[in-house]
Structure formats: structure tokens, C-alpha cells
């Protein structure tokens, strides 16, 4: 039956199928259809076989078309979700107004047709795909929703017919089991697979996927049934082990289970029997051990990697030192076990066995609308997650495989009310930490911090490859989504197995990537590891710790808190165990992962700020507390270390790791917890063990000595400077942060932002990035927030974008505003910000710069004091440590040495010590010390200070102290006075021992008294021999002597001394009080705020008097008795040498900065002069063609040799020229206004109304009726593709040039320009140029102006005749010709060949001519343009400075006098002469000459003067443009008379005839007009008036319309022929208004007697000078006419009219919104190749859409970009690149990034769209770009240009 239903046509079989199966009584045709489903489905090659498909499709559709039942079905759509799915690269939308979650997208339609105006949106290109959230309420808000999805559409949906789904319900089972079985069928175990393979397995089922997905999107009624099929248990049962007794039903069933063995998992009902079984499939190895040690999957192959030992299962882990999970954390139900019930799980086992393909993720996703779906389809993925990190862990391709992973779990867990469920009812919290630690465990080493040797801690290995590729990234970015859920987050924070299963994951993490300190050798291999080790307690840590954080908020939360707390508290615990941590750091290693600390800091901090909880209750006892502050004050140290150079042998990484560590997307997770950590441990501990332990920390103990010398046993002398620089500047940034002890959040943001913007001035963006924002994007905290704009307009002003002279453009920026430089400007949050040291600086440099600008200071200023925030209550201890004796000890000491001029002391030494003493007295402590305290204070220091309050201790008198020296130091030598006690204690042996000041002793025996209260005997053993080990007594070395010394200071006289010092006055600090008895101190303070030094301590004493009168007492006593201080007088002159150093070091870098500053100044003027091509107000650069009378011969200076003389043939001087192909003249269009881009299918470009389109017209035109030599004189070239010439003005002997060219040929170091091509760059101002003009030998200009003023115009055109007959003599080969020669070679080769020839016979002398006049046209032509299109402005413009015209027009004359013109066809002949009829006719080959009329003036002009005899006279110039004048005119009128209705032709006939007989009737237009009126109607020209020529007709021509007519068509040659007198002659061009220029430049020309008629009653025809009767010329010009009218009626008039007059060129029109061109643009297919492309571009010249490195529509080795900027704009291309938004410039051979035209709403480039926010025109920019494209100087603005390989 089934073979024979096979047999028949398909549709009918379906359609009679699905009428039996409809029947109440379906069983039989349920039968029939199940055998012919068993015929079509079951040979194994049945998913090869297309025929199969077509078969599914029938029987699905019931035997209708599948088209049609798809329409039917979509119908019954009630699916209220988008749903969309897309893959990487795809463009989407992100509005943070509508999300709930941070996750959520948007396709770009949904976005379009949704409301967001206002919104904080941005579009982004999806990295790992994604779907569309349109319509879901549980992702986003409902006012976001698009108008298609928020109407709830289920209400008029009707339901769906029964017979209309049934046959999909029955043929989808077998369908979906068939394509398993395939999957099936293409796996094997045994095989390492690679990902080609199973791209190869795969590649056959893509049409099946594709199917499916075709089912997927008919809407939520085929959803329901594809939901139905796949989660059905009942069909799985009947089907999976194949329906029937199929043999290979049963086979590819035996080949599932042996892939779930192989997977290391066990389904449940084979867990019991599995070895057996596993025996007999002879599997693999792997595979068996997988099974036989189900609690411990291995995968062999990865481990192999570190460890190269073999592995006999058991022992494999121990030998590896590798951790294995305890019991109780690890389930191995998790890990191990897999059952599948339904399709559905069985399809998602194999999307993860063949490594997730793109197809089969999409046909997943594209069935989430359906709600059952969707939690059956979570469930199931949850249940495989174990499996999905060994997949991943295996995977070759992890990166794709990643972002897979994550397109599909972020759909699933970024809904909250799903991940609730999820948790709760499959245990997912358990199964990610699991997963998590189980993944982590396959990396562990045995940790070597501390203790290498009794060391039990394990941490992950940085360089293995799941840490080195992110591998953890998808399951780690899995735990943060569902943390980001509040119910979610709950559950995990009351479960304390989950929390200590956490724990124990960070604790992996504590203490990676150790670095030990190389003393010796420089290391011989860079390791990068820390790239991983960062990023990891990033991601793994620190994200997964915001998360929780943001759910600790409320009041009601400290359960959760205390909790975490506690668990942190116990892993810490562990892990000093583990790492055998007694007291001390071991030296010369650190680490800057501290996960564990970082958490019980941030947890702790959370607990104080938002649930007031009770510190002391969270903290444990003082051991623990001293143990914790050990490694981050360890990683403070080492930080200190490293930028003094000590790590320098560790090489450039451990800078890279000390600069990650404070950079802004870690320094919240790191160094802020870390200093928030030590500052609760220093609110805690006894201040002087935590000073102390400070000093010895940084290792700067033994330079804290009274002593000129001393001895260090631990650090070298170099580094002792810095390092007490570090010590001191922690100490500063421990007292004065604020940011975890009682600041609120708008005030961090306030200082970060502060920070970061006095550093420099900074864009939008790079703050955003810049702020330390809470790194956990799921937190709910978003950059772009309110309170950031807020916060940014009170301290920031906007500097708008500007452009520089150079053309380097910017950004907007914001710079702060003078206010907080004046109030806010905080150093010390600088310092801790900044990643380069140099930003330090920079913000000093601003602030000095500020305060010069405001009048506030002049000199150099310190880094002023700022007053801090209150403290939190919680944290008033960490005040005790500016009251403690040590410090003050340190202070006094530090003090005397700076006054004593003691070795290694600096200014940022004084500046510290002077901050720690203001930041104590401005935080006096209530005078309730603990009495205990008080004593034991007294009995450890009692000779140095009475008591631990600074105010007091400042004036405390210290008297002797004994030190230990060197034998060798000038203190020896000195006598000891008689009595060596202090005035505070008599008892000699006493002030003994005090006085020698060590602070690890004074440490020592805190620590000693600590241990004895909290632990038994067991540990003082072992503590002081750990002691005594790393640190030896100072007085154990032997030569050392004791010595005492004479100070009696206090800390006050010292300060003043310092100020008699700084001042270098005697006597220079009076007590401001004394002089002015009202004034009150507090009032006062403010003039101190900003100064140097001396205004510092001018503040402290003040404020030391304020606050205490003793102190205010003390002051006046030592001001009225003080004396010079005296440095000891043995100080020999090495020492002395030392100490000046650093001044002069000051003075030095001070220099230097002046004379940079002056370079620089120097430096932008001389480049202002060079590049500013616009600017006419520069210094002149040698100006070329100067008016002033000049000597006989021009000198010119060689800028290479540096000689100056005149140019001769022998040794011709050249100028520095740049050539290069231009078509902006042929861009130029009729209407001013730019045409727009086009931005939506109705709107196109059409390339007619060009001028270079119109000019070919012509040509053609001409070439089809008249001899082609003849036209390639009537015409100019050179709009597409013509040559223009520039120079920067400096010239050089061409032999010097050619020996620089050689010497750059042998640079190696070359950029950006082609040697071999000719290209250079100007040896004195760099630009860019390829070529060198030979300069003329003798006068440049002509000076005499008029030999003889009475000469005749016949005489003068007589003169003209015979100067032309004079043969062109080829010139003698001297130096200069050949030159000439070259350089004229190089302007042909500088265009394409298709610009330079015209003629229908190629390579007749005759193009060359015509190629040569036209160069000058051009280049005449592009002067005009740069002047705005006319010579009203007058004057030489800045690009007539450097112009090189001249020099220009004598190669061309000399080339083109060789050209001999025959008499009979000379132009000038036929203008002068009247010619017999006879021989103006046919020419040899059957084409007349082209008509005087219809010839182009300018290019007669430039034929004329070129081909006569240089230098021309001024006289016979001005006669050929009166001559020319004729014609032009002659040739208005005709043009005139062709515009004219019929009547209005009879009317201005008569008119004129009747003053035919007036005197001045020759240089009337009416007479003329009649004239040519009357012959041309003779012949046909005015016969059949065509509608478009009248069209052109104004309504009606008046006498002055006509007069403006003819005055606008005769313009653009006064025009040129001026500008050619100005170069050829040095006339200055008068400036004049817009009305007068005709008559101003027909006055310069010589057309006019003089500039005095400028009355309204003007006539251009006054100024015509005929040199033969008028009517006779008139008579045989239009005769030339009449005759070509007999042949072509139409061209004789359409060649007559035209419309001189062309715009200037403008590039394109562009839209205000970026998004209006990148929606159209962006999915546009190429007109080329139909596809789209993956880089489409814009050409902005002509708004061509082309594909960039487009391979599919290269031609001839040229890709598109370049094949059109040769077309469109001979070699120069303006291409905007739509996914980039920037703008790209092809100049020839090379390219260059110009940047874009499109900033966002702070003035900021998007490259990339990266950030992908709305982009706005900024016209500024674009006028630029346009003006650099008119004034062709790209290659001297932009710098960065490189070589295209036409590749682009």
C-alpha cells in the first residue's frame, strides 16, 4: 500500500490522507498514513534525500499548497511577543527608560514604531545574537511596547479548526524522531571530534531546520502543536527506541545510549548495570573511566595540558596536586546523571553535543513566544547545564560556542518570575555553584603564598586555558543574571551551604597569580597571565558580589549581611591556616587578588552605610584584625615598590598589573575595599602598631633616624626617597578617603568625577568610562543616570567642538569649572586615581595654571588642603592614629631632617608631612584617652612627647637624642654636652634607651603584649623567632656608634625655621596676629587655601594659634628669639651636592618647560603659516608673483642647500609642486543648493546636470559634425580629471633634489608616500608633493605696461599676426628643457589616459595640445572657485600667495609652441580677417571647421597666449582679449537671439534697424542684435521653435534684462582673462561689489577707457573694439551658421545656447540624524553584486552605494571604493562608511581615516557605533570636510595616510 501511495503525486495522496484521518473513525487512515510515513522515513539517507522534505511539507499542508496553508494558519497568530531571534552582528535597540530588565532588546522595527522619544536608548551590534523583547511585560514596561504588540490580540482571534492542524500533529512526531535519529547516526564517540566535522554532519539537515523554522514562524497556533510534539513524554516513550521492530530504529537507539555513556553521564535506568555494558561497547578509554568513577568524570585530554604525568584513574588527581570536592559539596546527581523524557531534551542534548549550531539555537529561541514551551524548554536546560561545561570545556571553538550559550540563556533567565520557578523547582542556585566549582576544580595548583613548602591552600593556575580564554565567562555571566533577581538572590543568601559553597569557589581565587620579586636576573619570559587573573576576580568575584550587594540594601536585610559576613570571616580563617600564616609577610612577593578580603570589606561597609549595623559586631578580635591588614597593606607597600623601579627585573607587566589594579572598571572592586579594609583595621588596632607596622612595610625604618647617615639593611639608597614618598602619601590617602566611611553615593560621584576632570578635560564618554561605576551591569546602576548629568553640570563647563589651524579636529569636552578648581580640587583622590603617574602632574599642571589665570597665585603652588567629609561614627578610631606618639615621633623627625638638609628628603616630603599634621589638628579627639592606654604610652616614649594629642605634642621642646650613626658621620666628632638629659626626664639611662628611636622594636613589643591577652603559650614560641629571622636589631651591626645630639626644637619652631628657609629670608614669618589685632582667625583662613609651601605653613601655624592659646604662646616666643637656622657645619661637599640636587633638578625641569613652551609657540606659527591654506592674514611665504618693482633677475633659496641665486639653464631652481587629477570642477551644477542623499527608496541622484556631463555633451556634439582637430581647439577638458598644480611656495636646485629623492629611496623608515612614484615630502615644511616646476630664468613679470599707448587695434592685431608666424624652435638641450620636459611628463602621467584623450584618431599631436591649454583652464578655472566663484574680493588670496601659475604657463607655452597651427585654420586668421568664402568650406575629410561661434572663448584666449613668443607684451594681450571680446559678445547676442519668441525676433529687428544710422553703432547691442537677427534668418536656424528652447525664454526681455543677459554670459571670461593678467603680468585685482564687476574688470582688462562709467545707463557693448567693421564679421560669422543649419537644425541652436554660469561645487546634502541613512543604508543590497554588504559605504560626492573590500565586485584587481574615487573624482574619494559613521578619503594610492561629520549630543565621534547612540550633523565639520575637498589640500591636512593595495 505505502509503495504504491509512494508512486502517486504527493498532494492528492496528502489530501486524501487527511480526509481519511479526519473521518470520526480515523484509525485507518492513521494506519495508512503511519506505513507511508515508515516508507518515506526510514532509510537511513533519508534527511539526504530532498524528495523526504517535499513529502513533509504535503502531508503537513494536507495536500493544499505549503504557501497557502501557511497564510491559513498565521490566521489563527494569537502570539502577543516579537519574539524575533537574530545572530551576532545583528543591529538592535536597548531603551534603559523601558527595561526592567538590563538585558532587554529590541529589533530595529519594534524600536521604530515604539515611543522612545527622550529616552536613554542606544542601538548596539548584538556580539552572541539575541531576540526581541517587544511585548513582554516581565522584560520591559508596557509603554515601550510597539503599536503591532500591545494590542492584546488573543480577545478577536478565533479558534483554531481542528482538520487544519491534525495531519501537522500526526506527521511532526516522526518528522522531528527522524532528524534525531540522524543526530544520532553522525556522532561518534570514538573520534576526536573537530568542528568541521560536525559542520559536515550538520550541513544536510539545514533544510529540515530550516523547516521547521518556516513552522515556527506561522505563528502561536503551530507553536502549540511544535510544543506539544516536543514535550510530550507519550510520544517519546512509543517512538524513541523506533516505532515498530525496525532494525535501524533499534540500532541508532544502542548509538544514543552509548553517546550519553560517553558523555561521562549516566541516564538512571543504565546507572546500575553500566560497567558491564560499557565492557562490551568497547569504547574508548576515556570513556570507561568516565563511566567505572561515576562520582568523578574525567576528561583526560585538557588535563594532559600542565601536568605531564600519566593517568591511571585514581591516583591521576593526587599526583596532579589537584583539590577533588568534598562530598557533602558536591552532588553527583548533578554532575553525572541525565534522563530524557521528551524530544525536546533529547534535541537539546544534541545541540550541545555538536557544540550548539547556529540553526538549531535559532529554531529554540524562535519557539520561546510559547509560554509552555518555554518553561519545559528551561527546565531541560537547566537539567543539561553540567553537561554544557564539559561540551564547553572540550570545545575547540569555546569563544562561538560561548556566545551561543549566552544567546540562549539570556532569553531564559533574564525573566524573573522563570528563574523564581526554575530555582525553586530544579534547584538551579545548586546546580550553577556546582557546575562553577566543579569547573574550577580541573585548574587548581597548590598555592605559594606565605609558606611555599606547608602551604594547603589551592588556587586556579592564570595559565591554563579556561582562565586564558574566559572559557567560565557564559556559566559565571548565567549566575550573575539570576543574582540580579531579588527573589532569586533571597534564596541564595539564606541558604549557608550555598553560601559557604561560594565561598569556598572565591577562596579559589585568593592569592593568584603570586609574584615573586626578581633580585638578580631581569626575568626571561614576560608572563601575561595577569590579564586572566584581573579579569577573573572581575567577572567570578567581584560581579557576583555587587549583585548581592544591591539586594543588602534595606534595613531589613542585615540577616543577610551578618551571614555573608560571617562566612567570609571563617574562609579567611581557613585560608591563613592554610597558607600557615603567622605574623609577618614573606618578603619580596605579592598578590593582588585578595577576593576574600574584598568581599568581607564591601559586605562590612554595606552593613555600616544602609543598616546601621554595630561595626564592633561584625568585627573579630585584635589578632584577626592584625592578620587581615597584613596582604592588603602588603599589596599598598608593593604598589610603592614597583613604580620606584624596585620590580624593574619583573619586567613591563608587574607596572601593568600595579596600573589594573587602581584603573577605573577595577579599582572599586580592589583598592577601594582594600584601604577601606586597612582603614576599619587602623579604627581598631593600637596606633602606633599600625604606624609603626606602616613604616616597616615600606622598609623605610632605619631612614626615620635623627643621624645625617644612617644604614639600610633593607632597601637601597635610590629607593629610599620614594619609597618614604609612598609611605607618607598612603598614610595621607588612609586619613583622608572617604569613600566607604560616610559619603554619600552623589558625593563619591561628585569627587570621582572632580577627579577625573581635573586630570584632564574629558568627552562624555571617557567619563562614563572613567567613573568607577558598580562594575555588575545587572546591579541596576546605569552610567548615563540621572544623578551623573546632574552631578556633571555643577562641576563641569561644555566646551563645544572647535577645529585648529592644523585641521586636527575635536571633541566636545568638559573642562572643570573654575569653582571647584577654587574648592573641590582634591590632590589626594587624584593621586589615588590616576593610572600614569604623569596625570598627576597634568592635574597640577591645570590647577597652576588656574590659579595664574585667576590672579590667585603666580608662583609654583602645592596641592592645596581640602577639608574632608564627617566620619561615620563607626570609624572615629581611625582619628587615633594622627594622636599617636609614633607618628608625631616620625613627623618631628622628618621635619628636622627636611630643615637639616639631610640626604633624600623632597618637597612632596615636606608637602605630606605638613598634610598629615593639618589633617591631625583638624581632628582633635575628645580628651577622654583610656587611662591604661595613657600609662603604657608613658612607659614606652615618655621622653620624647608627654602625651598622644598633636596639639600639644606641636609644642613640645625636644632637647637630646642619642642615635646610632656610622662612625664615618659628622655627629661623632662632636662633643656631648654635660648633662644628656631631656627636660622631661633627668634619669640618664632612661633618656638611653627612649631615645633611640626604632619603630620594629617599639612594634615588636605592641605585638608581643596583643598575643599575650588573646592566646595561650602555645604560639609565642614560634613569633619572635619568625621575627627575628627577617628583621636584625639595628644595633647588631658592628659599626655603628652612638652619638648624641643637640636639637632643642618643637615641631612649631621647626615649621617656622622652614619658613625662613622656603623664603630664604631671615626672619620671615611674623604672627600675622601681632600685626593685626581684630583679625579673627577662622574668617581668615580662606586667603590660605591656594599658595606654595610657605603659605602651607603660614595656614598651620595659624591654625595651631587658633586652636590653642599655648600653642599661639609658644609661636610668639620662638618669632621673637628666633635665629637663622644652622646646618651642621662638617657637612662635606658631596653631601652638600646631594642635597642641591633636587632644587636643581626643579630649576631644570622649570627650563625645560619654558623652552618646550616656546618650541611649541614657534612651532604653530610656522605650521599656521605652511598648512592654513584658508587664511590670508599668515606670514607671507615667499610671494611668487609680488607687485613690488624687483630686481632684473628673481632670486630663490634653496631649501636644501641653503643657497640663494636666480634660476638659470644650467642650474635651474625648481618650486616644490604637488600634482594631482581633480574633478571637482566637473561637479559643479547649475542650482547652488547641494543635492540631497538619498534616504528612502522614491528620492535618486541622476549625474545629467553636471558641468563635466554637460562639457561631453558639447564635445560629442561637435565631434559628430565638424573636423576633429578643429573641435579639440573649440573646447576645454580638464573638468573630470584635469591637473591641478599647488606648491607651499619653497623651492630647491633641481639637483639637490634629485640627490634628496636618492636619499630617501635608501630610508628604510618610510610612511605614507611612494618614493618610487615621486613622491616627497618639502624638506622645510614637510608637505606632501611629488614633483618640482622649473622656475623661468629672468624677470618674472613684465613691467614696462604700455610701450606705446596710441597704438591702433589694427596695428596691434598686425603685430599679433607676424609674433605668430614666428616658427615655435625646438630649445637647446640644456638642464632647464629637460626639466620642462619631465616635469611635463609627470602632469600626463599625473591623470588617467581616458582624461587626456578626446580625439576620434588617438594620439594625434592634437590631443596633447588640447590637454596642455586645458591644465592652465583648470587650474585658472579652480582659482576662481577657491575665490567664491568670482574676483569681487580682489586682492591675492592665500592660495595666489603660493601660486605657481606663472612658472606654470612657460612649460606650457614652451611645449605648445612647438605646435605649428596652419594659417588657414588659424583661429586668430579667421578672427581678424575676412576670409573668402571658398576657403572656409569643406576640409579634407568631409567636415567643415567648427563655427567662430560656437568656439569657447577662454580656450581661444589660453590657445592665443600660449602660442606666442614669451614673455608677452602687455599690449598684444590686451589686443587678443579686445579681439575675443568681439566675439564673445557676438556670440551673447546670437545666443540672445535664439531665446526670442518669433515676434519678439521681428520686433527687436526693426528696433535695432531704426538706429542702425547713430555713429556709435558698432557698439550698440541693439543695432548688432537686429543685425544678426536679419542674416540669421536667411538660412534655417530660427525655423521650427522646438517648446524646450523657448522654454528658456524670460515672459518678456526688457532693454535691461537684456543688457544683465549679456553681461552674465561675457563674466566668466573677464573673469579668467584678469585672473591670467594678474599671473602673467602682476596686475593686483581690485575688490569690488557684485554689481561692479563687470565694469571693474573690463576697466583692468583695457575693454574700457575707464572705471568712471558706472552709471546705471552702463552698456557692456561700449566696451567692444572691433578690428574690422563690425556688420562684415557679424556677416561671415553667421554665415558659418546658416550653412551648418542646412544639416542639423536642432544642434545649431542647442550648441548656440548655453549657460556659462556653474555653481560652486558642494558635496551632498546629509540628513540631521545619523539613523535616517543607517536604516536605509545599512541592510541595503549592492546594485553590483545583489547582496548586502558587510561594509557598505557612501560616496559623498555623487551618493553611490558601493561595498568596501567588497571581493564580490572587484574589477581588475580593483575593489569598488577605488575603481570609483578614479571614475568619480579622478583619484579622490569622500566615502562614508555606514557602519563606522566615519568618513574615509582616497587620494590616489593611499587612504586615511578623516574622521565623521556626525557627533552626539556631547559632541562625540561614535566610531563603530561602539556606544551607538543618536548621531547629529555637525555642520561645522562638514564645511571643513568640503572645503578641504574644493581646496584639494587632504594631503596637506591630514597625516595619517597608508597604502590601499586597492584593496579598499
Known sequence: MAASQLRRDKNSVAAQLKIEVNRPNSTTGIHQLNDLLDGVLSSEASVVDSEVLEWCKCLVAGGEGFEEFCKAVRCYDNATLCGLVWTANFVAYRCRTCGISPCMSLCAECFNNGDHTGHDFNMFRSQAGGACDCGDSNVMRESGFCKRHQMKSQSDIPCVPKELLMMSELVLPRFILCLIQYLRDGYNETDPVSERDLQKVLQPLEPWIAFLEELTKMGGAMRRVLTKVLTNQQYYKELSAGPGNSAYAKKSYEKYLCAVKGSGLLSSEVKATSSTQEQGAGTSSSFTQGAAAAARPTDSSDEDIFFQEDQDGSQGVGKRKRVKLSSSTKDSSIMDVLKHKCFLEELLFWTIKYEFPQKMVTFLLNMLPDQDYKISFTKSFVQHYAFIMKTLMKSHESDTMSNRIVHISVQLFSNEELARQVTEDCRLLNIMVTVLLYMMETCLVKSEVQDEENNFHVVVNCGEPLLKNNTYWPLVSDFINILSHRSVAKKFLEDRVLLSMWMSFVSYFQGMNLNKRELNEHVEFESQTYYAAFAAELEACAQPMWGLLSHCKGRDKHEYTSTIVRECLETLEDWFDAVNFVDEPAPNQVTFHLPLHRYYAMFLSKAVKCQDMDLDSLLPDHEMLMKLMVHPLQIQANLSEIHSNMWVRNGLQIKGQAMTYVQSHFCNSMIDPDIFLLQVCASRLDPDYFISSVFERFKVVDLLTMASQHQSNVLDAEYERPMLEGALTFLVILLSLRIHLGMTDDEILRAEMIAQLCMNDRTHSSLLDLIPENPNPKSGIMPGCLSFETVLASVADFKAPVFEPGGSMQQGMYTPKADVWDREFDPIMVILRTVYRRDVQSAMDRYTAFLKQSGKFSGNPWPPYKERTPLHPSYKGLMKLLHCKTLHIVLFTLLYKITMDHQNMSEHVLCMVLYLIELGMDSVPEEDADEEESVEQDRCHDSWFPGSNLMSNLHHIINFVRVKVPETAPEVKREPPASTSSETGSSTQNSGTAQVFSLVAERRKKFQEIINRNSGEVNQVVRPKALSMKWSAPNSTPQLTTAILEVRESMLSLMVKLHHKLSAKQNSYYPPWLEDCEMTFEHDFEKYNHGDGITALERILMKAAARSRKNKYCLEEICRKVSPPVPPKKNSPTEKKAMDKEERRQKARERQQKLLAEFASRQKSFMETAMDVESPDTEDVMEISSVEPQPLETIYDCVICGQSGPSTEERPTGLVVLLQASSVLGHCRKSSEPRKLPTSEEEHIYPEGTCAAAHDVRLVTLQKYFKDSSCLQSVSIGWEGGVYVQTCGHTLHIDCHKSYMESLRNDQVLQGFSVDKGEFTCPLCRQFANSVLPCYPGQNVEKTSWHNQNKSIQLLVKEVEDLQEQLGTFPSETNLSKEMESVMKDIKSSTQKKYTDYSKTPGTPDNDFLFMYS??????????????????????????????????????????????????????????????????????????????????????????????????????????????????????????????????????????????????????????????????????????????????????????????????????????????????????????????????????????????????????????????????????????????????????????????????????????????????????????????????????????????????????????????????????????????????????????????????????????????????????????????????????????????????
Open 1415 to 1848: 591644465v592652465s583652464r583648470t587650474n585658472l578655472e579652480l582659482e576662481l572657485v577657491h575665490r567664491g566663484g568670482n574676483l569681487c574680493i580682489g586682492g591675492a588670496s592665500a592660495a595666489a600667495k603660493r601660486s605657481c601659475l606663472n612658472h606654470l604657463f612657460h612649460v606650457l607655452a614652451m611645449h605648445m609652441r612647438l605646435y605649428r597651427i596652419d594659417s588657414a585654420y588659424n583661429p586668430w586668421i579667421r578672427l581678424t580677417h575676412l576670409v573668402p568664402k571658398e576657403s572656409t568650406d569643406v576640409c579634407d575629410d568631409g567636415k567643415p571647421e567648427v563655427p567662430l561661434l560656437y568656439r569657447d572663448v577662454p580656450s581661444l584666449l589660453l590657445i592665443l597666449v600660449l602660442t606666442m613668443p614669451q614673455p608677452l607684451h602687455k599690449e598684444h594681450y590686451t589686443c587678443i582679449v579686445k579681439v575675443l571680446y568681439t566675439l564673445l559678445f557676438t556670440q551673447a547676442i546670437t545666443a540672445l537671439s535664439v531665446s526670442f519668441s518669433a515676434e519678439e525676433r521681428l520686433a527687436w529687428k526693426n528696433s535695432g534697424a531704426l538706429k542702425k544710422s547713430t555713429c556709435s553703432q558698432e557698439k550698440s547691442w541693439e543695432v548688432l542684435l537686429s543685425h544678426v537677427i536679419s542674416k540669421l534668418s536667411l538660412g534655417k536656424i530660427y525655423e521650427e521653435d522646438t517648446e524646450d528652447l523657448s522654454m528658456l525664454s524670460s515672459s518678456v526681455w526688457s532693454p535691461q534684462s537684456i543688457e544683465h543677459y549679456l553681461q552674465q554670459y561675457c563674466l566668466p571670461f573677464l573673469r579668467i582673462s584678469s585672473l591670467l593678467q594678474h599671473h602673467l603680468f602682476g596686475d593686483e585685482l581690485l575688490s569690488c561689489q557684485e554689481e561692479e564687476e563687470f565694469t571693474l574688470l573690463a576697466s583692468c582688462l583695457g575693454l574700457l577707457s575707464s572705471f568712471a562709467q558706472t552709471s546705471d545707463q552702463f552698456s557692456s557693448a561700449s566696451c567692444l573694439d572691433w578690428p574690422l567693421p563690425a556688420f562684415d564679421m557679424i556677416v561671415q560669422w553667421c554665415s558659418e551658421l546658416t550653412s551648418f543649419a542646412e544639416t542639423s537644425v536642432d544642434h545649431s541652436k542647442s550648441l548656440l545656447i548655453r549657460d556659462p554660469h556653474w555653481a560652486l561645487p558642494r558635496l551632498l546634502q546629509l540628513p540631521e540624524n545619523y539613523n535616517t541613512i543607517f536604516q536605509y543604508y545599512h541592510r541595503k543590497s549592492c546594485i553590483v553584486c545583489t547582496k548586502v554588504p558587510k561594509d557598505p559605504t557612501l560616496c559623498l560626492i555623487c551618493g553611490t552605494f558601493l561595498c568596501l573590500k567588497g571581493l564580490c565586485c572587484k574589477q581588475q584587481n580593483y575593489c569598488e571604493c577605488v575603481l570609483h574615487s578614479q571614475n568619480c573624482g579622478a583619484g579622490t574619494g569622500i566615502f562614508l562608511l555606514i557602519n563606522a559613521s566615519v568618513i574615509i578619503i582616497i587620494r590616489g594610492h593611499r587612504f586615511c581615516l578623516w574622521g565623521s561629520v556626525y557627533l552626539d549630543a556631547h559632541g562625540e565621534e561614535d566610531r563603530d557605533l561602539r556606544r551607538g547612540k543618536p548621531l547629529y550633523l555637525c555642520e561645522e565639520r562638514y564645511k571643513v570636510l568640503e572645503q578641504q575637498w574644493v581646496s584639494h589640500t587632504f594631503d596637506h591636512i591630514n597625516k595619517r595616510w597608508g597604502p590601499h593595495y586597492n584593496g579598499l
